[in-house]
């Protein structure tokens, strides 16, 4: 994961340039939160805490995208049975 993180302008007396960058900034993380979102109810494994390294995670997410545009490009419908597991996703 990237320990960059881009924050927004703080305080009051912002310039139109930093407004407009606070905006969209804000508006950026809102498509991610969505994008996240729907990914969380296509792939069950984001439905409980990622206990794994850093690296694995980031390798579980990128597969997960991958195989999102997978399944949207070929037009597969994948469904999963409801039920609720307690089971924490865990790897070594």
């Known amino acids: 994961m990237q320990e960059h993180v ?6 009051h007396n912002l ?3 930093q407004r407009t960058f606070n ?8 498509f991610v939160e ?11 494994i984001f439905h409980k805490p990622l ?3 850093g690296n694995k995670a980031m390798a579980v997410i990128k597969c997960c995208i991958l195989l999102h545009i997978l399944v949207r490009e070929v037009g597969i419908d994948v469904d ?4 609720d597991s307690d089971d924490t996703a865990t790897f070594e």
């Open 51 to 53: 206990i794994m390294s």
């Open 80 to 83: 999963y049975p409801t039920g």
């Open 15 to 17: 310039t139109v340039k």
């Open 23 to 30: 905006y969209r900034l804000s508006r950026t993380g809102r």
């Open 34 to 44: 969505c994008a996240f979102g729907i990914s969380t109810n296509k792939w069950r």
């Open 6 to 11: 881009i924050h927004p302008f703080g305080g």
